[in-house]
């Protein structure tokens, strides 16, 4: 497709479920990034990874949080046993590494707005 | 710590009024500072990208300045629209890294 799309775009689900956000990047981006966004603020790092390798998760709240991208293309955020904190705006971004980096730009997708109740 | 401080935190101005945006930076080393806007509901776009040696980038209305000595970026935007209420966000990249450093964004509200 011609940008980012993420699905579901809404998802409410129960405490103690789990749940899978997918993310499918702009074709040919090699970067792929995981948000979490609370109302009213900007953009928290979770997670990136470049082609099929996770290159940094340091920004995972915790272990129940997991992500893959398989085949370096679609990517899934995977909550466990989720807890209403963890509702949020889950938003993935993709680019493609020009100038080194940091250089690139990134391209956010519509999100998953995530309901635990 | 990387941080972004952006100010104000919201910001309301009539149809056609100019306003500034500031953003405060402590993020080391430094590689470029972007400004994205996110209208509701909306993934962040991006508006301006400024490296080290640049001081003023523009996009139409929108015109951004840097001062890498200071650690400082405005985003000044004329002639204000009502498709311009959005939040807007500083984000800076240090550099070696991919991950960028966030600010919380300023919600911008234009009146008729």
């Known amino acids: 497709g011609a940008g980012v799309s993420q699905s579901p775009r809404y998802k409410v689900t129960k405490r103690g479920q789990d749940v899978a956000l997918r993310c499918d990047p702009i074709?040919?981006?090699?970067?792929l990034y995981w948000y979490r966004q609370a109302l009213g603020q900007g953009p928290e790092f979770l997670t990136y990874?470049?082609?099929?390798?996770?290159?940094?998760k340091s920004g995972l709240p915790n272990d129940r949080f997991s992500a893959e991208r398989p085949e370096g293309s679609i990517s899934t955020l995977t909550i466990q046993r989720t807890e209403q904190r963890d509702s949020a705006m889950y938003r993935c971004?993709?680019?493609?590494?020009?100038?080194?980096?940091?250089?690139?730009?990134?391209?956010f997708g519509p999100g998953t707005r995530l309901l635990v109740l | 710590k990387n941080q972004v401080e952006q100010s104000p935190q919201s910001l309301i101005i009539l149809e056609g009024k100019n306003c500034t945006l500031q953003?405060?930076?402590?993020?080391?080393?430094?590689?470029?500072l972007r400004w994205y806007k996110q209208d509701t509901g909306r993934g962040p776009v991006s508006l301006t990208i400024?490296?080290?040696?640049?001081n003023t980038k523009s996009n139409g209305r929108y015109t951004a300045t840097l001062d890498a000595d200071t650690k400082q970026s405005s985003l000044h935007i004329t002639a204000s629209q009502l498709s311009d209420s959005a939040s807007y966000i500083c984000?800076?990249?240090?550099?070696?890294?991919?991950?960028?450093?966030f600010g919380r964004g300023t919600s911008l509200i234009v009146h008729p």
């Open positions: 971004a993709s680019s493609s590494p020009s100038g080194g980096a940091g250089q690139e730009t990134q391209y």
């Open positions: 074709s040919g981006h090699v970067s």
């Open positions: 990874f470049n082609y099929e390798a996770q290159q940094d």
């Open positions: 953003c405060n930076y402590t993020v080391s080393p430094f590689s470029n």
């Open positions: 400024m490296t080290f040696s640049e």
């Open positions: 984000v800076v990249s240090p550099g070696g890294s991919y991950i960028p450093t």
